[in-house]
């Protein structure tokens, strides 16, 4: 690549000259700015010692294309030149185009990997697009060649669902998504604020669009791989981002609290943070205090490595966190950390920091603090607070990257047990709390929206926030008691009112037990159906998570996670101890697993499975299955393994015709076959069944009926199906609902196919957890009902309290009404009408 060297008189032009060229071109392209003097009491001026240091602080063999101001600028250049070896000089070209448009075009061309000649020639034609616009010249003058990304460009439209938006873990997703195509020049723009477009690869750009529930964003995509990427993106947007949307939090309520006497004047009020009550000793944590020198350095490519050392050592211990979170709790909780990693890599950070130690030869540690400083204010800037909160975390993964850089430590938070008071806490912070020690965490700022809050609530430690400064006058040891759903802490509390608070925890360990064991019992209506609420999983983690929950078993393992992110598809070996870790999880409890549903909108890199005009209706799931059957039948004889232990069932998804089921059913029982001849145990039966999401496979469910085991209905898919609309489309969005009439009567049909012939059918898509639709898909005759897990308890609380043998009044208006509206409404009366 041909490097770029920037000189001028005054040294703060030239690196504004430098960050506009990085910002055009991107960080990789070899750049230095040099300009001034290296004297205090001289900024104006040029010093050849000092371009001749530019020159080869960036050498390449590619070569070096050289701008300049003016005057003393080309004489001290020229003079630089004449100290360097004689091989490189040949590779120097000193440059006469404008200093700021030259610098654009010659970055932009060295990105592109153009040759020394290519570059110096752009760089000299800077001006004709200026030129051309300004009416100085005829057009066709002005146009400038410029390699492009090869293919169309393309626009998608999505509505953001999210009810806190595009917040860290959701924007960290769709950067991780974009980050996949290398081919593919993907950007976004926040259409209903008017922000953007920005660089879809990089988290901070992304998450400072402030994008909230309901607002329109715009992605353009351009490349060869610009149609795989956004079917990727359009996948992710369909799953919400990956995000699991909890309820909006309640409304403030009155809660009853023991009467304060005049003992208690010294209790703190501070936001509710997690619920629970602690009395126990304050354990102060203290974190290291990280003193920052700022000083010039005359080595920046070593001082630049130091920074990229510390940066990966920070990177290792965010990944042992997520690592540890993820086992207490769940892969979602642990996302929290993929956006930490994802500012480890961000340009938004390191472009700053690169910038500042080559071209001012500024200290890797206050470069990359003013680099976070940057991107911090950018946060905080913003007008949503949820987001402004996530500046804290970029200061967090900055802070952990200084004290590597200076070889420190950041002391553990808890050593003994008692309960946590800090200033605030920082997601890894909460996550090396150990669970046998931490009775509680209160905390002088910080509030409930913060990673470490929301941590905080998943690992069900009580936890309070925001009390102010006086939390910080507390001693250690001084007894504390606090209630985490009220927001209060009581220093020394009277020895009435911490019994009183005694006895309340008591209490509230009973109800939570008695709703866990609610959750745990089969739901069942009043008048003795019995309905199965199953779990969609994609890990062994939600496995745990859905067992936890409730779920009666697993009625959707979506094992594409098992294929994505990866260079080569996992093998056999793999895929089995992952299938078998599942079902063993589940001690005993069914679980269904689907085969790759990949394809079209899910790309695999490994599978070149090739852009398609319309991925959602072109070759995907067990379509490129059959057509690569040994690939296919690894993961079969995998799941073939994992039955023969475990109460496996086998799922094929996106099956239109009887042709591709009676293939797909074939390939397995040839990869049962073959595990048996390898010695291998192998299941007596295998239960297998079909997705229902083509409206005709829904048409011809009788005929499916008489060869499958049972049915899956898998409604997200199949509403887009139906109503020839797609759910990520904002012009369509709101045909796109199950509710509607016609997707229920499809539903009820398959239903009744099943039942025919003493089969059975569930519902695994969205709606199958949509408290509203219950009612309706247990009417309609629905077997199992298969939900992500925190919908669980209250899905088999609305059974509990429905009564099957009169909700036939209620299917038959709504396959009668005209829309999903009026079904909606249908089923809120249903729902109010059953206590």
């Known amino acids: 690549m041909v490097a770029i060297v920037i000189v001028s008189h005054s040294a703060r032009l030239a690196q504004g000259a430098a960050e506009l060229a990085r910002g055009m071109a991107g960080p990789d392209v070899p750049l230095a700015a040099v300009g001034g003097l290296d004297l205090p009491d001289q900024p104006l001026g040029t010093d050849a010692a000092l371009i001749q240091k530019a020159i080869e602080s960036v050498y390449q063999p590619d070569g070096v294309v050289v701008l300049m101001d003016l005057g003393s600028a080309i004489l001290s250049t020229e003079m630089a030149l004449e100290a360097l070896p004689p091989e490189q000089r040949e590779r120097i070209a000193l440059c006469e185009a404008p200093l700021v448009e030259g610098a654009l075009a010659a970055a932009v061309q060295s990105r592109l990997g153009a040759s020394l000649a290519q570059v110096l020639a752009e760089a000299r ?22 390699a492009v990304p090869a293919g169309p460009a393309l626009t998608l439209e999505l509505a953001v669902r999210n009810r806190l938006g595009l917040h860290a873990r959701p924007a960290a997703r769709l950067v991780q998504t974009a980050g996949q195509f290398a081919g593919a020049d993907v950007h976004l723009r926040n259409v209903t604020a008017g922000r953007g477009p920005v660089s879809a690869k990089s988290i901070n750009a992304v998450a400072t669009l402030g994008v909230r529930q309901g607002q329109i964003v715009e992605i353009t995509a351009a490349g060869l791989e610009a149609e795989a990427a956004l079917a990727a993106l359009q996948r992710l947007a369909d799953d919400n981002f990956g995000d699991v949307d909890e309820p909006a939090p309640p409304a ?30 304050a354990r102060l944590f203290q974190p290291a205090v990280l003193a920052i020198p700022t000083h010039r350095i005359d080595n920046p490519q070593a001082e630049w490595d130091r920074l990229l050392a510390a940066l990966e050592r920070t990177r290792a211990q965010i990944q042992a966190a997520r690592t540890a979170v993820a086992q207490r ?41 003013r680099a976070v400083d940057s991107v911090s204010a950018a946060y905080q800037a913003l007008d949503d607070d949820y987001l402004r909160v996530r500046a804290a975390d970029v200061a967090d993964v900055g802070r952990q990257a200084l004290l590597n850089l200076s070889n420190g430590h950041s002391p553990a938070p808890l050593t003994q047990a008692g309960i946590v ?55 250690e040891g001084t007894v504390l008691l606090m209630d985490g759903a009220t927001g209060q802490v009581w220093p020394e509390p009277a020895a009435a009112l911490a019994a009183d608070y005694v006895r309340r925890a008591e209490a509230e360990r009973s109800t939570k037990a008695a709703a866990l064991a609610a959750s745990a019992a089969p739901a069942v ?103 690569r059957p040994e690939f296919f ?32 059913r074939d390939l397995l029982a040839e990869a049962r076959a073959e595990t048996a001849a390898r010695g291998l145990p192998v299941p007596a039966s295998l239960e297998t069944g079909i997705m229902i999401e083509i409206p005709a496979a829904a048409l011809r469910a009788k005929q499916f009926a ?42 009820g049909r398959v239903a009744q196919a099943a039942h025919g012939l003493g089969k059975w059918a569930g519902v695994c898509g ?70």
């Open 125 to 146: 034609g800077a001006l004709a697009p200026k030129a051309a616009q300004l009416g100085l010249v005829p057009p066709d003058q002005s146009a400038v060649t410029a």
């Open 252 to 281: 403030e309520r009155v809660v009853a609290r023991p009467t304060v006497t005049s003992g208690e004047a010294g209790s703190l009020l501070g936001l509710p943070v997690s619920p629970g009550i602690a009395l126990g000793p």
């Open 329 to 369: 709790t769940d892969r979602y909780a642990a996302a929290i950390f993929d956006a930490h990693l994802l500012f480890l890599d961000d340009e938004a950070l390191r472009g700053p920091a690169r910038a500042a130690i080559f071209d001012e030869r500024l200290n890797a540690a206050a470069a990359w603090q």
């Open 421 to 475: 008071v800090a200033g605030d806490l920082s997601p890894a912070d909460m996550a090396a709390l150990d669970p046998s020690l931490v009775m509680g965490v209160c905390t002088a700022y910080g509030g409930p929206t913060s990673h470490a809050a929301i941590l905080a609530r998943t690992l069900g430690v009580p936890a309070v926030a925001g009390l102010g400064p006086g939390l910080l006058a507390v001693a």
């Open 525 to 627: 209506t009043r008048d003795g159906r019995r309905i199965e609420i199953a779990a969609n999983i994609g890990s062994v983690a939600d496995a745990q998570a859905a067992l936890a929950a409730g779920a009666e078993g697993v009625g959707l393992f979506r094992t594409e996670f098992v294929f994505l992110d990866r260079r080569a598809a996992p093998d056999e070996e793999e895929q089995y101890a992952i299938y078998r870790a599942a079902a063993a999880g589940l001690e005993g409890r069914p679980v269904i697993i689907r085969t790759l549903d990949a394809g079209g909108d899910k790309p695999l890199p490994y599978l070149d499975l090739g852009p398609e005009a319309n991925p959602f209706l072109g070759w995907r799931a067990v379509r490129v299955c059959l057509d």
């Open 633 to 664: 039948k690894v993961q079969l004889r995998a799941i073939v393994r994992a039955a023969a232990e475990f109460p496996v069932r086998v799922m094929f998804p996106m099956v239109a015709t009887l042709g591709e089921w009676r293939q797909a």
């Open 706 to 747: 008489a060869e499958v085991d049972f049915f899956s209905i898998g409604t997200n898919d199949l509403t887009q199906y139906v109503m020839a609309a797609e759910r990520g489309n904002p012009r369509v969005a709101a045909l796109a609902d199950s509710f509607h009439p016609a997707v229920l009567d499809l539903i």
């Open 766 to 835: 969205e709606f199958a957890g949509d408290p509203l639709a219950v009612p309706l898909l247990v009417g309609l005759g629905i077997d199992e009902l298969s939900m992500s897990a925190p919908a669980i308890p209250r899905a088999k609380a609305i059974v509990r309290d429905l009564e099957a043998g009169r909700l036939g009044d209620l299917v038959e208006r709504a396959l009668a009404a005209e829309t999903a509206a009026d079904v909606r409404a249908l089923a809120r009366q249903a729902v109010r009408s059953n206590p």
